[in-house]
């Protein structure tokens, strides 16, 4: 059997109770969609989920997920726990539907009904379902699907670490690098949150490269960022300002590239990578 189940605000497994059951709340199938294993500077398609594989060893799993649904063991929840509710879970054959509820998806106004018959329903607050799911978990997968990371932040806590972004000190220690010298009073402290992420990948990228293949790197870079200074005797960049820093990190991830006919510079905003 089915069964839809709301999360009240609050920690435990205790806080979750169910709100209906023989229900298929959505409609939707994952395999309809591509999807790519989560990476937080790839740009989704709009017919494209993000995945995770091997959710129930991740840290950021709930508790939930990890022991069997047993529907006697949940409390029933009714209308006086609306206001309570951080979000809704449909469990349909088996896989687990995560919906965050929030002020917008819920309504609390007058309205006509239109079903069986035309009825006017006052004080009868809903929660809108949306056509899909901010994540979906499929059980015989093991696996998490969502669109965006912000969205399923309240549901799934300290998922936020797959954002990965240089500290202070990581991102204070690129700059220092030697191919690196920085001007116009341009510092850490200006680093931005985008390239504080780009820089966390930067640093793996170059961890993984010998002095010649970083030199080749370098030349390439300086090739398609004409306006991004570069001694190529020294190999040194001049980065002054956050778009500057960027160039060179998308350099180094070699998001540059020509087309094969018609020979046109382009910069890929996000990828993702063949087998």
Known sequence: MNYLLAKLKGRGVGKYGVLLSDV???????????????????????????????????????????????????????????????????????????????????????????????????????????????????ANQDALYFRSLSAISTIFRGVEVLFKEATQEEASDFLSQPFISVNNDYGVDKVGKFNRKRIAMAVETLGRLDGKTKSKLFSYVSKYCPTLKYDKKLEIFDVGSEDELKNLLYGIEERYYTTLHGKEKRLANSVVSLP
């Open 24 to 138: 298929d709340v959505y409609d939707f199938n994952i395999n309809n969609y591509a999807s790519v294993s989560y990476e937080p500077d790839h740009k989704l398609d709009g017919d494209c989920w993000f995945k995770i594989d091997d959710f129930l060893a991740q840290d950021f799993c709930i508790a939930f997920l990890k022991q069997a649904f047993v529907a006697a063991d949940y409390q029933q929840l009714g209308a006086r726990d609306l206001s309570k509710i951080a979000f809704i879970c449909s469990i349909q054959n088996g896989d687990y539907f995560f919906q965050k509820v929030t002020p917008s998806t819920l309504i609390r106004r007058k309205m006509i009904s239109m079903g069986a018959q035309v009825e006017l329903e006052e004080n009868s607050p809903k929660i809108i379902i949306n056509e899909a799911p901010d994540a979906l978990y499929v």
